[in-house]
T-cell receptor, first 114, second 112 residues
């Protein structure tokens, strides 16, 4: 099956620990994105990557880091510098980086920091 | 940057009735407006989108209208069914921003 996978579905971490969320796609898409979703709010862009080995900050990049070493993979690290990391994290991909390229979303990872 | 406002935040309708969700945007350069449906615990799914050179688009029971002058766009769902119950998000994108800005979402509940 083609699609976007995110793992794990639920993740618990202690305060002060870094944690890495996985995102993999087999759609042969060039662009990938990370969003954060808080209750009652829309999605906010953390980072995006238009091509391998390149990525740009979104609206709320502070406390997060990413890498794009392979076309299929775009892992997100939530660092201890992120003040309020508990949230639902969504990864997306699109065929190109054009603004009208449809973004397809993965199932999400719910991160809870204790 | 772009700002997207979405109303209402919650909407309850009887099965078979119509539902309308409205969004306004601030950046007059925005030219792409997708709508996403998110079911509980899942990622959003694109249900319909519209580009700025079109005023209306329909896909079976779903339609989207765009008023560029007023900078607002709306989602219309006719003959609602219980499986339409979900959170709906609008979004806007402009060439200068090269990214989507999302509204805050509408929880639609279709009552049987």
């Amino acid at each position: 099956d083609g699609g976007i996978t995110q793992s794990p579905k639920y993740l618990f971490r202690k305060e002060g620990q870094n944690v890495t969320l996985s995102c993999e796609q087999n759609l042969n898409h060039d662009a990938m994105y990370w969003y954060r979703q808080d209750p009652g709010q829309g999605l906010r862009l953390i980072y995006y990557s238009q091509i391998v080995n390149d990525f740009q900050k979104g609206d709320i990049a502070e406390g997060y880091s990413v890498s794009r070493e392979k076309k299929e993979s775009f892992p997100l690290t939530v660092t201890s510098a992120q003040k309020n990391p508990t949230a639902f994290y969504l990864c997306a991909s699109s065929m190109g980086a054009g603004i009208t390229d449809t973004q397809y979303f993965g199932p999400g990872t719910r991160l809870t920091v204790l | 940057g772009e700002n997207v406002e979405q109303h209402p935040s919650t909407l309850s309708v009887q099965e078979g009735d119509s539902a309308v969700i409205k969004c306004t945007y601030s950046d007059s350069a925005s030219n792409y407006f997708p709508w996403y449906k998110q079911e509980l615990g899942k990622g959003p799914q694109l249900i319909i989108d519209i580009r700025s050179n079109v005023g209306e688009k329909k896909d079976q029971r779903i339609a989207v209208t765009l008023n560029k002058t007023a900078k607002h766009f709306s989602l219309h769902i006719t003959e609602t069914q219980p499986e339409d119950s979900a959170v709906y998000f609008c979004a806007a994108s402009s060439g200068s921003a090269r990214q989507l800005t999302f509204g805050s979402g509408t929880q639609l509940t279709v009552l049987p």
